[in-house]
């Protein structure tokens, strides 16, 4: 089928096979997409008019699909048509190509790759299918490891990987609650406080626990809290004019962590109970709690902070 008069350079005229290129929408989605991977690897190009490097792809996916004799099939969605599915993977850019095998999610790429890339692309995803209908529990095990994979691509502060893998398994597991919880921290490393609410409040309420939501959750208050208080240079220049300002000091901790500077926000309240461990009940030793529930257990700002605290509680 060719895409807006554009058809493989393989073929001249001739329209690929329905069954191995179609296009789709998002109502079809589940019934080209997932429920056809289970009989063979599905590419979900998603495109539109208007994309230059989307008319410079399609080519090459074309000719690879029918190269491959039905061992991958393609699905074509024009976003502006139907928005509904690429907005849940989190798209924010096209060309953008997703693989199904076995009814959920495995790969991705963005961008207009050449044909080398795009056959070296299906190559990987053909061989890493499963062979016939996935295996009880073949599913979850996938859908924890793209979890695992979105974690590490979050913590290397690839976002645009991290919310396109969170957002793939939940448009399989609309209410995974781990997919959910790394969406939240995603949108908060992105500055979008009010997206990350929003798919907190999505997390069903039997799975409003665990270290992973109460961390993100906590994380979510202090952003929210910081974006009330001053810019850390006003705060810093308080500060300097008068030491003893430890309200200063304290909404400085608070803006240093909403800029992902933990362990200056920790030295920033231990510094404040060095001056005045009373101030506001314990405030500064509250507040730098929290600050270790958001960051997690292990992170390195944690670990030294509480050495910093035990400095101060037990010398």
């Known amino acids: 089928m060719a895409l807006n008069g554009l058809t493989s350079p393989a073929s001249g005229s001739a329209a690929p096979p329905a069954a191995l290129i179609q296009d789709s929408t998002d109502r079809a989605f589940k019934a080209d997409v997932i429920d056809a991977s289970l009989e063979a690897p599905v590419l979900v190009d998603f495109w539109a008019p208007w994309c230059g490097p989307c008319r410079q792809l399609t080519p090459s996916l074309e000719k690879v699909i029918k190269e491959k ?3 991958i099939r393609l699905v074509k969605i024009n976003i ?3 928005p509904s599915i690429a907005g849940q993977l989190g798209i924010q850019s ?3 190509v997703f693989a199904f095998a076995g009814g959920r999610p495995v790969d991705a790429f963005l961008g207009a790759l050449p044909e080398s890339e795009v056959r070296r692309f299906a190559d990987k995803v053909i061989a890493a299918a499963p062979a016939g209908q996935p295996a009880a529990g073949s599913i979850e095990e996938e859908i924890k490891n793209a979890i695992a994979a979105a974690g590490e691509a ?4 690839d976002l645009n990987q991290a919310a396109q893998i969170y957002g793939m398994v939940l448009q399989h597991q ?3 609650a781990a997919a ?3 969406m939240a921290r995603t949108f908060l490393k992105a500055g979008e406080p009010e997206q990350a609410q929003a798919a907190l409040d ?3 309420e039997a799975e409003r626990k665990g270290a992973d939501y109460t961390s993100t959750l906590a994380a979510l208050k202090l952003i929210t809290e910081a974006a009330q208080l001053s810019h850390a240079d006003e705060l810093a220049d308080r500060l300097a004019r008068n030491p003893d300002d430890h309200q200063a000091r304290f909404d400085l901790a608070v803006r240093y962590n909403a800029e992902g500077r933990r362990l200056e ?3 920033a309240l231990v510094a404040l109970m060095r001056r005045d461990r009373t101030w506001n009940e314990d405030g500064a030793r509250k507040k730098l709690l929290e600050l270790f529930e958001a960051w997690g257990p292990k992170d390195p700002a944690t670990l030294k902070g509480r050495r910093l605290l035990s400095s101060v509680l037990f010398s």
């Not at 979050?154 to 502060?157: Q, R, S, V």
């Open 202 to 204: 999505a997390v069903p």
């Open 94 to 96: 096209i060309p953008a």
């Open 174 to 176: 609309p209410d995974n």
């Open 265 to 267: 926000a920790a030295e």
């Open 80 to 82: 502006d048509e139907n």
């Open 154 to 157: 979050l913590a290397a502060g």
């Open 69 to 71: 004799a039905g061992k």
């Open 180 to 182: 959910l919880i790394g």
